[in-house]
């Protein structure tokens, strides 16, 4: 039984959701859940993950930010080091969309050569009539910067914890790699 950490970042423009889908995975379930005010306008939310088909888990340490700006010096800051992304855009927004690759370009350059798991979550898919960003677009779009898709409502608590969950089976992947590599070593 492995218990691994991996620091999550959320990332996205303002307003598409995010510290709803953090809150709403926090509140959800019976595992240990902690959240912290770390400094005005910055929550951490804790939670474990457990991996499918192991006994392992991974504790996600989110960090959600309430900055608007993209380039600012408490990002930077808030962002150092981070394992997994959490990419959010909102479905009836072309905007929020277009601006991922400008949110990930700003999270790539924050750990530049290392590779980083993520998942691109396009949230508010009840407001079905408003609709903008297509879900075959998202897909194509995430499909060519390696990061998995999935689609939410937070609000009708839709499919919140698939994007998490999936983050912890990637970093958790990623740890059994290097645990290989090491052994092949010896
Ligand atoms: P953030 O700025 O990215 O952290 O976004 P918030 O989590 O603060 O949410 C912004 C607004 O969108 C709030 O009024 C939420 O209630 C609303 N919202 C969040 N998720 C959904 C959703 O799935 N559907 C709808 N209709 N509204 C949502
Ligand atoms: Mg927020």
Request: glycine share 6%; net charge negative.
């Amino acid at each position: 039984m492995v218990k691994l950490a991996a620091k999550c970042i959320l990332a996205g423009d303002s307003t598409v959701g995010k510290t709803s889908l953090a809150q709403i995975f926090r509140s959800d379930g019976a595992h240990f859940q902690k959240n912290y005010t770390l400094t005005a306008g910055v929550d951490l939310v804790v939670k474990t993950v457990p991996v499918p088909d192991t006994s392992d888990s991974v504790e996600l340490f989110i960090f959600d930010s309430a900055g608007k700006e993209l380039f600012s010096e408490m990002l930077d800051k808030l962002w150092e080091s981070p394992n997994v992304l959490c990419l959010v855009y909102d479905v009836t927004s072309e905007q929020s969309f277009s601006n991922c690759s400008r949110w990930l370009d700003k999270v790539r350059s924050q750990a530049p050569g290392i590779y980083l798991p993520g998942v691109l979550v396009g949230n508010k898919t009840d407001l079905a009539g408003r609709r903008t960003v297509d879900a075959a677009q998202a897909r194509a779009w995430a499909l060519s910067q390696g990061l998995e898709c999935f689609e939410t409502s937070v609000k009708e608590m839709e499919n919140f914890e698939a994007p998490f969950h999936c983050l912890a089976k990637q970093f958790h992947h990623l740890y059994r790699e290097k645990v290989e590599a090491f052994h092949a070593l010896v």
